[in-house]
């Protein structure tokens, strides 16, 4: 009887609105837009959404745990050793530690899932290849050295606290090999299969995932930190944040996730409602693809850059959720530059247009997410941008859709948003200053190479900061290229993102860290 109405509850619960059944005790449902989600294989998935999804779900050699998310812990390795030169890590694996299969973690799965994600080279893959591993040599760098040891090896010059880093982000998830290539096809690794499934130890598996409408997370009763509490976690699909609130009020959602700064305003105070405010690590920017001979003057960048009302957005329709940054590393972390120097002025890009000889009635077209506060955004550059002569045409679609188009190139100008893949300013510099292939078929997916924008001087700093040691000199020379990008560059960079998340009142113990792959259901409850 028990197992029949656990599967009535979540087949209520999983339905198109507006069927909606009350929350179980042991369920948490999440109204939230999940359309970014391209694919929720870790050596693909690159969004914000698939990211916490991946998170909850995988392990990583070593990770940041939702009891302190300043402090690398072991994940599936209980200890590591690293070499005189700092080239060589080995990991000793956590013992009697299982797949949500029931097999066993062993050494081979580790070196099988690293290398995995260097021959997908999918977009995160790069997030690994940096330490110097291809498809060909990755088996050489990652290897089995113990029945329950693995030897990593890097080709750089590179902190290990900087390797650690690399090796707790999402690319570096652990799958189970068995599972995956039981379901492998023509080749792809399990690709395909892991798009929509999940093979890994973490606190949930991967239940059930429908493309624009539910996600449903299982709790891993034998997590080797222990059981979550909420027996599952289910996404739902809730595009317009109105519908979200009303979801939360009625009790048919534990967390609205979208919500926008008048709607927290609104429920603040509210009986059996709280709000969290979680600051995010996330820039959020507008940038111009280089492929567009009309959009290459460093002048025209400029006065871009005077064409964005940022103190009216932040005052207004982005109050709470958004605050001015225009670096591309985010405050409140080592390294950040806070300066913000620009603001509107658009006499001073008329001025700087006249310079560039863009003549009035330019037309660029900006791919925008068709969601809050994507489209307010938009809408906001679209009435400043006119004021300069320079005529905005918006092109809607989803966030798969933008972000899919946005990595092929096929852009003219995006609006989007950036996280860091692991919490070293690096992340953000090899994604803002660096690009030294800008051939279409180049292995990078940064935001210089998708905006087609080559720069050899400022990539050869970004490697010198990468290899610097001393921590003082590091955060100097990341702060340098910070101004430097921030004076002259395709990419305007105009916000950092703050979260509001609205909840229910019992429920306890959400954590909600500075990225996607900080975000944390295990030890939730609802009392």
């Given at each position: 009887m028990r197992s029949l109405t656990s599967a009535f509850l979540a087949a209520a619960l999983l339905a198109p609105l507006p069927a909606v059944a009350a929350t179980p005790a042991d369920a948490l449902v999440v109204a939230k837009n999940i359309d970014d989600i391209v694919s929720l294989d870790p050596a693909q998935a690159y969004e914000f959404t698939s990211g916490e999804i991946v998170t909850n779900t995988y392990d990583r050699l070593v990770q940041y745990e939702a009891e302190d998310m300043q402090k690398l812990v072991g994940g599936l390795a209980e200890s590591w050793?690293?070499?005189?030169?700092g080239k060589t890590l080995t990991f000793r694996l956590r013992p009697g530690v299982t797949f949500q299969s029931g097999n066993p973690v062993r050494p081979e799965d580790v070196v099988f899932s690293l290398a995995r994600t260097v021959r997908l080279n999918k977009a995160p893959a790069f997030v690994l290849t940096q330490l110097g591993w291809t498809a060909d040599n990755v088996e050489q760098m990652v290897r089995k050295t113990g029945q329950a040891e693995v030897t990593v090896t890097t080709s750089g010059d590179f902190a290990p606290s900087f390797v650690l880093n690399v090796l707790a982000s999402r690319p570096a998830s652990i799958v189970d090999e068995k599972t995956v290539m039981e379901h492998a096809r023509d080749g792809d690794?399990?690709?395909?299969?892991?798009?929509?499934?999940?093979?890994?130890?973490?606190?949930?598996?991967?239940?059930?995932?429908?493309?624009?409408?539910?996600?449903?997370?299982?709790?891993?009763?034998?997590?080797?930190?222990?059981?979550?509490?909420?027996k599952s976690v289910i996404y739902r699909h809730v595009a317009e944040p109105a519908t979200q609130r009303l979801l939360l009020e009625a009790g048919d959602a534990d967390l609205a996730r979208d919500l926008t700064p008048d709607q927290v305003a609104a429920l603040e105070g509210k009986d059996g409602i709280a709000?969290?405010?979680?600051?995010?690590?996330?820039?959020?920017?507008?940038?111009?693809?280089?492929?567009?001979?009309?959009?290459?003057?460093?002048?025209?960048?400029?006065a871009m850059r005077y064409l964005v009302d940022y103190d009216g957005m932040t005052k207004s329709f982005l109050r709470g959720q958004m605050k001015v940054h225009q670096a591309f590393w985010p405050e409140g972390f080592p390294g950040a530059l806070n300066d913000t120097p620009f603001k509107l002025d658009v006499d001073k890009a008329k001025a700087l247009l006249a310079e560039a000889g863009v003549k009035e009635g330019?037309?660029?077209?900006?791919?925008?997410?068709?969601s809050p506060p994507f489209t307010e955004i938009a809408q906001s550059l679209q009435s400043t941008f006119a004021q300069a002569g320079i005529r905005l045409e918006l092109v809607p679609g989803t966030g798969s859709q933008v972000i899919t188009k946005y990595r092929a190139r096929n852009h003219e100008a995006?609006?989007?948003?950036?996280?860091?893949?692991?919490?070293?300013?690096?992340?953000?510099?090899?994604?803002?200053?660096y690009n030294v292939d800008n051939s279409d078929g180049s292995p990078q997916s940064t935001a210089t190479?998708?905006?087609?924008?080559?720069?050899?001087?400022?990539?050869?700093?970004?490697?010198?900061?990468l290899k610097e040691r001393d921590a003082a000199k590091r955060d100097a020379m990341y702060i340098d290229l910070q101004r430097k990008v921030q004076a002259s560059s395709p990419i305007v960079i105009m916000f950092q993102a703050v979260s509001q998340v609205a909840m229910a009142k019992p429920v306890q113990g959400?954590?909600?860290?500075?990225?996607?792959?900080?975000?944390?259901?295990?030890?939730?409850?609802?009392?």
């Open positions: 050793a690293v070499s005189d030169d690794l399990g690709n395909a299969w892991l798009g929509q499934n999940s093979a890994g130890t973490g606190p949930f598996s991967l239940r059930a995932y429908k493309p624009n409408e539910s996600i449903a997370l299982r709790a891993n009763p034998s997590y080797f930190r222990g059981a979550p509490a909420m709000i969290g405010t979680y600051p995010q690590a996330a820039v959020h920017f507008f940038a111009l693809n280089q492929k567009v001979e009309a959009l290459r003057s460093p002048k025209l960048w400029e330019l037309t660029i077209k900006m791919d925008v997410i068709s995006v609006l989007l948003y950036w996280g860091p893949d692991f919490m070293d300013p690096h992340s953000n510099a090899g994604a803002f200053a190479w998708r905006n087609s924008w080559l720069v050899p001087e400022l990539s050869a700093e970004t490697e010198a900061a959400y954590v909600n860290g500075a990225t996607s792959d900080q975000i944390y259901y295990r030890l939730v409850t609802k009392n």
